[in-house]
């Protein structure tokens, strides 16, 4: 049993950074992959980013890659999202998810188990 909670959302003007970070509980986590997806009102939850539980191999969504980069720390069971060049239409819920390893990295929020509840963040124009 994993659990993750989310932290680091705020309000930032358009250009501006954020770095969110994902806590997990378990001593089990460092053998899980990791991922982050948002959501905003009206929408379906979209995938932004994926990472392996050795942290070797990632995957971004177009919409964010080159802005956004995913990393963890095994030994501190956290996962980050650090977020740059942010635009109002980033604006959204974001959250955490984790998932055992499988033969690819998942990129569907079907494909994780655990999910944290949350973090707001709020891009100004």
């Known amino acids: 049993q994993v659990q993750l909670v989310e932290s680091g959302g705020g309000l930032v003007q358009a250009g501006g950074s954020l770095r969110l970070s994902c806590a997990a509980s378990?001593?089990?986590?460092?053998?899980?992959?990791a991922g982050w997806f948002r959501q905003a009102p009206g929408k379906e939850r979209e995938f932004l980013a994926a990472?392996?539980?050795?942290?070797?191999?990632?995957g971004y969504a177009d919409s964010v890659k080159g802005r956004f980069t995913i990393s963890r720390d095994n030994a501190k069971n956290t996962v980050w999202l650090q977020m740059n060049s942010l635009k109002p239409e980033d604006t959204a819920v974001y959250y955490c998810a984790a998932r055992r390893p499988m033969g690819t990295l998942p990129t569907t929020a079907s494909s994780y188990h655990y999910w944290g509840q949350g973090t707001q963040v709020t891009v100004s124009s």
């Open positions: 990472i392996a539980w050795s942290g070797s191999t990632t």
């Open positions: 378990g001593r089990t986590f460092g053998y899980y992959a």
